[in-house]
């Protein structure tokens, strides 16, 4: 039986109280978690804030960059371990995990152990009242302690997206996986060991949020930053728990994006854009496309063409050949989703493909599968269509011009992604200023520079991470005035 247990100073830590870990294709058990009781987040506080101020601290910039390189190569080296412990955990298929999430989760160390050995400070000559000078310059920090709270669709990529950064800059971090997916935040902690990052620099807490790890961690006054995607509601507890202390959050939280097909788009690429950025990773992706809006000249076309592409997917065991559609998460998530599915019946939609639960063969009949599922004829101001779903579905409906869509596209309280498909350059950057979002994709979706800003507007998110703009969240800045 496997066992994921709290990496708290370098150890594997147990605990009294366990539970199952459960894979979402069959709902066969993979092993049993040690839930960290406040006293092991105290621990593993504690251990973090000596490391930040002894080991950690002591290592030049160059050494501390050598070991996240190190860290990147430790990953590689169990690139096979990694995988088979991110599909066990999510069920997504081995051909997405092997091609994203694990990659990526190495990636994550190598462009921030890079940045940080080129950021510029700033300097300013300042004129005196005595007639002379003053030289002011900028000394980075590390902010501190740093409490990373994770969401379950992209485990180890949106977790290395934060202790990437934040070991970069001189942080230490105590990690909180989602209680979905404990496997490769544990599995790091071996590679950290290996490697020889030294301990209590990087702290993995096993649980869930409230009165659990995630909730004695965000309140613990030893934390000194709280970077944290998930849900905009988890999000606003959070943010409560970090204004005692006064301490600063940086938040990626969720999306209800729209995907925009003007008339003129390259039409074969924008139904392949919209089938990725609606079903990639069974639609559990944040900045996945759920509203999908489409110039009506081709509003029937496209609508026939997305449901092909819905229909084709394949449905199996991640490892199998072509498999390219995965579970849910877990039944409980699968439960939310299909209460929008029901709703979105009860409202009168039109089912153009899906709606339900697919038939799977034993053992996979008890798994969290469901139907990829597309819907047309709902009013705009139906639930299904103003809030957050997080699965494998989209609405479509038509529009006539520009100015319509830009209302409809803004007409939420989120604002993370948006998808746009033209071939008109004007059209692209008018809709680029436009839409009320943090991140907006032309004619691509999903296509990543880590080197810039990341992060939603509205309720989707505070702050921005990415690149040097990671920086303003993991550091403090310093100024140092000398009187010359
Ligand atoms: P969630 O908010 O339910 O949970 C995220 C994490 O927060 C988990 O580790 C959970 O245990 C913890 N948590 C829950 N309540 C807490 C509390 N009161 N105090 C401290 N910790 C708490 O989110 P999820 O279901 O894991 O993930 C799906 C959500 O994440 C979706 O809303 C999605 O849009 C969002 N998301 C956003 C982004 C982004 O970049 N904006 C990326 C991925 C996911
Ligand atoms: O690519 C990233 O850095 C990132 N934060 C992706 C988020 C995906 C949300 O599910």
């Known amino acids: 039986m496997n066992e994921f247990k709290n990496f708290i100073n370098g150890k594997w830590v147990s605990s009294s109280k366990t539970f199952e870990n459960r894979n979402p294709v069959d709902n066969s058990l993979i092993g049993l978690v040690h839930e960290a009781g406040r006293e092991d987040v105290d621990a593993a506080v504690k251990a973090a804030r000596a490391a930040l101020r002894g080991s950690w601290a002591q290592l030049k910039v160059e050494e501390r960059v050598d070991l996240l390189h190190a860290i990147v190569d430790g990953i590689n080296q169990r690139f096979d371990d990694f995988l088979a412990a991110e599909v066990a955990d999510t069920g997504k298929p081995h051909v997405l995990a092997g091609h994203l999430d694990i990659p990526r989760g190495a990636a994550n160390f190598k462009v921030f152990a890079d940045l940080i050995r080129n950021v510029p400070n700033e300097t300013f000559s300042t004129e005196t009242h005595d007639n ?12 501190g302690v740093i409490g990373v709270v994770c969401p379950w669709n992209l485990p180890l990529l949106l977790m290395t997206w934060k202790v990437g950064p934040a070991l970069a800059c001189g942080n230490t971090v105590v990690v909180k996986p989602s209680e979905d997916t404990p496997a490769t935040a544990t599995l790091l902690g071996e590679v950290m060991n290996k490697v020889g990052v030294p301990a209590g620099v990087y702290n993995v807490v096993h649980g869930f949020g409230p009165d659990s790890a995630g909730q004695f961690l965000t309140e613990h006054p030893l934390v000194d930053g709280i970077t944290f995607t998930g849900e905009t509601v988890t ?22 994006n729209p995907g925009i097909v003007f008339a003129d788009a390259d039409f074969d690429k924008a139904v392949a854009g919209i089938a990725r950025s609606t079903f990639e990773n069974t639609g559990q992706v944040c900045l996945g496309t759920e509203r999908v809006y489409v110039q009506r000249p081709i509003f029937e ?27 849910l998460i877990s039944l409980q998530h699968r439960e939310k989703v299909l209460g929008y599915y029901k709703m979105a019946k009860a409202e009168g939609a039109v089912v153009v493909t899906g709606g339900g639960v697919p038939a799977m063969p034993e053992p996979m009949n008890v798994g969290a599968w469901i139907q990829p599922t597309i819907w047309t004829g709902l009013p705009e101001n139906s639930p299904v269509i103003r809030e957050e779903i997080f699965g ?16 409809l596209a803004n007409s939420t309280p989120y604002g993370l992604a948006a998808t746009v ?40 998110g505070i702050g921005r991470e990415g690149g040097v703009h990671s920086l303003e969240f993991y550091t403090e800045l310093r100024n140092v005035c000398i009187k010359l």
């Open 132 to 143: 002379g000078r003053a030289l002011n310059y900028a000394v980075r920090v590390p902010r």
């Open 421 to 460: 498909w033209t071939q008109d350059l004007g059209v692209a950057h008018r809709m680029g200023a436009a839409l009320d979002v943090g991140l907006c994709w032309i004619n691509s979706w999903f296509l990543r520079d880590l080197r810039t800003s990341f992060g939603g507007a509205k309720q989707s």
């Open 392 to 407: 494998p579905c989209c609405h479509i409906a038509p529009f006539d011009t520009e100015e319509e869509v830009i209302r």
């Open 235 to 256: 999000g606003e507890a959070i943010m409560k728990a970090a204004a005692k202390g006064v301490r600063p959050v940086s938040f990626e939280l969720g999306g209800k």
């Open 301 to 327: 076309r496209f609508v026939a063409a997305l449901k092909q592409r819905a229909e084709a997917f394949k449905l199996g065991r991640p490892q199998d050949p072509g498999v390219n559609f995965g579970p």
